[in-house]
């Protein structure tokens, strides 16, 4: 790891909040206890698909130890994460459309009281026939249809792109290959279930603490929803207990206990079941999907038809950005000159998905992965081969106009295949084993917000005391994958100083700036460009102050080891201290604010927004496995990964990330799936019968960090908390073919699955027919004009 | 978090206590040991006792001696870490170590008794749900509903007897020491279990499991336990296969027994598959038509973990996988 003139960047350090987690003393929402706190519970719907005839409250009203019992109609105003597509009531007022959505509220002096109430509450609902698959969704019509504002069928999105000359490409293509996948959905699973809680004070001012990764769009939907002025509520984003993707929208337990706690004037707390958070769940959307490409001889990549399927559950929660992501990132690991994109997401009555780590391209990159070993065997070339001779370049334009700044792939590829001693082993193992390699990009940051505006993405606020101590305020929130760490570490750095004299507060609307929050892999690159942007401020008035009192002139001074020093003689220097109250004394109270917002794309097309970042990292990873032959059951021996993460600020915690990673592709590759019966109710939601890997399955990882100094990240750095999990899926299926011989489309790979490959048995995946609407057709080079460095 | 419902704590002083509770306070009234099966069904509604009475610290219930006059004897409250950790029983029968070591996890298997896995109550995922799962898939014939939903033409419910040490202990040949209002009485253990997944036990209500001996006859017999799962921890088995093997000099097979678990509502002994074997010098041809025969006793339906066809494939494979261990033509 290079440390060029870093101090603390670089170093591997343990995280800042790492002995309070160890040690108990972390509070998380469900911690948080109030006098005179009341508790919650959701009444949820245990039809799929039914209308609301009535609902009457009075019997659980009437039990003692009930405060208050809200439906529908107590929130009447639509809300969802995306403006385009608003269409979640926090308690469904006539109609239900999951097992699992919720129809009333209930707050009451304990848990038990409040269950019995829910007991009390009678719904008198009209079933209707609930819609299950893709297929049944794209055709439904009549009391079939799920939503009344899409304007047909279960469609909530369907979209269509053509990218460079694409019919010219298949016509230049001496194969064409066309393969069918299915990537089926899974949750996201934390440790830490849904929990918050609100209070609503005799001031009229509302605090809402909740375990969630998004407290500013929080704070949006509360004020939209329960109809309170922003300026009137505080969100306070609790440390999470694990994410993933499934605690980045508002959800109805948080604006339901914001609104019981107004009528109670008390403090009131709810924490969802683990059932209930299945049923929540905004996890992995399962995905058909087909792909046609055609390649010359020599495995270059010519053109590539691909169309996804996605099945989207009750609500549209991120989809229409989702449906856009299995498309998106296709051009950005291999050169492409002509793509075609048609995607579609529907409505069915299951629980809504939502973005998981690598919203929407898991399944896209699993498929593209799975399909180009394919096409490296039939044309007798080695995949990695394959792969090494079309990677896409740093500083290019992709054919779909996504700006590619730096790629450390091709390191990350010969340093991994070197490791793994690739040649050696591929296609050289018994029967029975077998080793299997895939490679991969993701975005670091989206580079658009959720809601259209102007504004920067993520602004940090810094505050200097007198006895030297720095505090950074910023709205990001840790979910464990570092990020208050980061910013300790960014401001330390920039200050010479230890990350310990650094305090951060973070997550709270009403101290700190806006920061849209922990999704898209967002917060290393933009929290820590506004992080050091309001270090320089602060930085350029510390150092008049200190030019002054050592008489040098401020370019030939330094931040280090606790001193503002002199360049060239290190002995001429004044403590850090020092530098402060002289600077205090000179100019008044010391602080200052940084902001960031991504650079502009250069596509200008409809459609354009989803993909863009400032910075892509890329992964590549090899699997080696073992398959028994009789009992068809899956061994991972080894995984071994690399990243380019630009910069590793903490090599430790970077690890950590990829291995999380691992473990989490791990499981969706072999056994996780998010599955329902035919009356909808979902199968198994359960920690012991939702099959998650243990321990005792995680094999050993070895992890190579590859850094290549983005110049847009900060220090250089690009993310590292999801981009590794997408190699791992499709390598695991190369690896297994590699093993016996059989691919397997479909994800996860059980063992059911794989003896029925063996034997010939395995269906292929069927598509639905569907009439995607004609193309919006874009040529690289017709965008705007982008600068490198925003 | 589900709430645990109120119910009265009877903690009675001996055994015979215990088992007077029992039967003073009728059907309202189960017992605990270490909770891990109970308290999560009461949070479910699976279980509605109004009393539980405890066994846990009851001394008649505890200790493991290897050697006694009639063989091991092993209590039932004795906890299933201290089963797999023991000594002797990692020597003599390494098969009953390994089939209580892979119970669940360890930190269940600190509170989990022999006897509640022995007892442990027959799994079924339209049975082992929340009670608002099951009001909305509609309730089954095991708890509140008509009918099965696994099966709706069955008449009999078909939950999976799923303990790990039931089979281990029928392959030995294992007697139960129950105690009930009545006194004392010893009864072969496979003869405890009937298949029908609600009336799995054949024992009275009011009837305590005391212990277990496992005659002297079984010692020196070569055994082994297989499970089949999802994962090395936490899950229960969807296919147990307990097999017991005796050899004389000539290596020619004395005795077999092939036990499986999570194929049926109770522990299926496949006398089929023994007598395959018994007799002969057991070679991998033998083995193979063993295996067949268990394979043909297997009978998963779809309310387990993993596939149903496969589960009844995967019986074949680990008979004759525990066979060939037995007999020494893998290791």
């Not at chain 1, 809300?79 to 999951?98: H, N, Q, W």
């Not at chain 2, 704590?9 to 015979?16: D, P, W």
């Not at chain 2, 909305?136 to 014939?141: D, N």
């Amino acid at each position: 790891m290079s440390r060029q003139g870093f101090s603390i960047i670089g170093k591997a350090l343990p995280k800042i909040d790492a002995m309070a987690k160890c040690t108990g003393e972390t509070r998380y929402a469900d911690d948080l206890h109030f006098s005179r706190m009341v508790y919650a519970k959701l009444l949820r719907s245990p039809h799929p698909h039914a209308l609301i005839r009535a609902i009457r409250t009075e019997r659980a009203l009437s039990l003692e130890g009930v405060y208050a019992v809200i439906t529908g109609r107590d929130l009447p105003v639509r809300y969802g994460i995306s403006p385009a597509t608003e269409d979640e009531e926090a308690l469904a007022s006539e109609k239900v459309r999951f097992v699992g959505d919720p129809v009333a509220g209930v707050a009451a002096a304990s848990e038990t009281v409040a269950e019995k109430a829910l007991g009390l509450i009678d719904v008198d609902y009209e079933p209707l026939r609930p819609v299950l698959s893709v297929e049944e969704a794209l055709v439904a019509e009549g009391e079939l249809r799920i939503h009344s504002w899409n304007r047909r069928a279960n469609i909530q999105k369907a979209v269509s792109f053509e990218f460079g000359d694409v019919e010219q490409g298949f016509e230049q293509a001496d194969h064409i290959f066309d393969e069918t996948f299915f990537y089926e959905g899974n949750t996201h699973l934390p440790m830490e279930q849904y929990c918050a809680v609100a209070f609503y004070g005799p001031d009229g001012k509302l605090t809402l603490w909740s375990s969630t990764q998004t407290p500013h769009y929080l704070h949006r939907a509360l004020s939209k929803v329960l109809g309170l002025p922003m300026s009137r509520i505080r969100v306070i984003a609790t440390p999470v207990g694990g994410g993933f993707g499934g605690k980045s929208e508002p959800f109805s337990h948080e604006i339901c206990v914001a609104k019981l706690s107004m009528i109670t004037g008390r403090p009131v707390k709810i924490t969802l079941t683990r059932e209930e958070c299945f049923y929540v769940h905004r996890g992995r959307h399962p995905v058909k999907m087909r792909i046609k490409t055609g390649v010359k001889s020599d495995g270059t990549l010519q053109a590539m038809h691909f169309q996804s399927f996605l099945d989207g559950g009750g609500y549209s929660s991120y989809g229409l950005a989702t449906v856009y992501y299995t498309g998106a990132l296709q051009t950005v690991v291999y050169k492409l000159p002509g793509y075609k994109f048609e995607g579609v997401r529907v409505f069915t009555n299951k629980p809504p998905c939502g973005p998981k780590r690598g919203h929407g391209t898991p399944q896209p990159r699993f498929a593209v992965e799975v399909h180009l070993d394919a096409i490296a065997e039939k044309l007798g070339m080695d995949p990695i081969e394959l792969r090494l001779k079309q990677l896409v370049e740093p500083n290019t334009v992709t054919v779909n106009g996504l700006r590619i700044t730096t790629t450390g792939l091709r390191e990350c590829i010969e340093r991994l295949a070197a490791k793994a001693e690739w040649k050696k082993k591929f296609r050289q193992l018994p029967y029975g084993q077998g080793i299997g390699f895939a490679s991969s990009a993701y975005i670091s940051g989206a580079g658009l917000p959720i809601y259209w505006n102007d504004m920067p993405h993520s602004g940090v606020q810094i505050k200097l005391d007198r006895g030297g101590g720095i505090t950074a305020f910023c709205g990001s929130i840790d979910i464990g994958q570092g990020s208050d760490s980061i910013l300790a570490y960014v401001v330390a750095e920039e200050f010479g100083v230890d990350p310990a004299d650094v305090r951060v507060v973070t997550a709270d609307t009403d101290l700190t700036p806006v920061d849209l929050g922990s999704y898209s892999s967002r917060v290393t690159v933009m929290t820590g460009n506004a992080a050091i942007q309001a270090c320089r401020k602060l930085k350029d008035t510390l150092l008049r102050a200190a030019a002054d009192a050592l008489e040098i002139p401020a370019d030939d001074l330094e931040f280090a080891e606790g001193k503002v020093r002199c360049r060239s003689f290190r002995d001429r220097a004044i403590s850090f201290v020092e530098c402060v109250q002289k600077a205090e004394a000179k100019f008044g109270t010391l602080g200052a604010m940084g902001s960031y917002r991504p650079p502009k794309h250069p596509a200008n097309y409809r459609g354009s927004g989803v993909g863009p970042t400032p910075a892509y990292s890329y992964s590549a990873s090899i699997v080696e496995l073992r398959c028994d032959a009789d009992s068809a059951e899956v061994k991972v021996d080894k995984v071994w990964i690399a990243h380019d993460c630009g910069r590793a600020f903490n090599p430790l915690l970077v690890e950590g990330q990829v291995e999380g990673s691992v473990y989490m592709a791990l499981g969706e590759a072999l056994m996780e799936e998010q599955v329902f019966r035919k009356s909808g109710l979902h199968k198994l939601p359960s920690m012991l019968d939702y099959k998650s890997p243990t321990a005792l399955e995680m094999p050993e990882v070895e992890t190579i960090l590859v850094e290549t100094n983005d110049p847009e990240g900060p220090f250089g750095a690009k993310e590292a908390g999801q981009g590794p999990l997408l190699p791992v899926i499709p390598a695991v299926t190369n690896a297994l073919y590699d093993a016996i011989g059989v691919r397997i489309h479909e994800i996860p790979i059980t063992p059911d699955k794989v003896l029925r490959a063996l034997e010939g048995r395995l269906k292929p995946v069927s598509v639905p027919s569907f009439e995607f609407p004609p193309p919006i057709r874009w040529q690289p080079g017709e965008g705007v004009e982008v600068q490198q460095k925003s | 978090m589900l709430r645990l419902p109120e119910f009265r704590y009877v903690k009675a002083g001996s055994l015979k206590g215990a088992v007077r509770a029992l039967s003073d306070l009728g059907p309202d009234a189960m017992v605990v040991a270490g909770g891990t099966d109970l308290y999560p069904k009461m949070k479910r509604g699976q279980f509605t006792p109004r009393y539980l009475v405890s066994l846990r610290f009851l001394p008649e219930l505890k200790g493991i001696r290897p050697r006694g006059r009639e063989g091991m004897w092993i209590g039932a409250g004795e906890t299933l870490t201290a089963l797999c950790e023991h000594h002797a029983i990692k020597g003599i029968f390494p098969s009953l170590a390994q089939a209580a070591g892979s119970v669940s996890t360890p930190l269940l298997r600190n509170m989990g008794t022999i006897g509640g896995n022995l007892f442990v109550d027959t799994r079924c995922n339209y049975y082992d749900q929340t009670f608002f799962w099951r009001e909305a898939a509609g309730f089954c014939l095991k708890k509140d509903g008509e009918i099965c939903l696994v099966a709706p033409r069955s008449k009999k419910c078909l939950a999976v007897f799923s303990s790990d040490t039931a089979p281990v202990f029928c392959s030995l040949g294992a007697m139960a020491i129950l105690v009930g209002p009545g006194g004392e009485r010893r009864v072969l253990l496979e003869e405890l279990y009937r298949d029908d997944g609600i009336g799995f036990l054949t024992k009275g209500r009011e009837e305590v499991l005391r212990g277990v001996v496992i005659p002297r006859a079984a010692f020196g017999v070569r055994n082994v336990y297989l499970k089949l799962r999802r994962r090395g921890a936490f899950d229960f088995p969807v296919l147990g296969v307990a097999a017991a093997m005796s050899f004389s000099k000539e290596n020619i097979c004395l005795s077999a027994r092939v036990v499986l678990t999570a194929v049926s509502s109770c522990p299926k002994v496949v006398e089929g598959a023994a007598a395959v074997v018994v007799g002969k010098r057991v070679d991998r041809t033998a083995i193979e038509e063993a295996a067949e025969v268990a394979a043909r006793a297997s009978h998963p339906v779809d309310n387990a973990d993993m596939d149903y066809w496969y589960r009844k494939r995967m019986t074949k494979v680990y008979v004759r996988k525990a066979l060939a261990l037995l007999a020494g033509l893998e290791s």
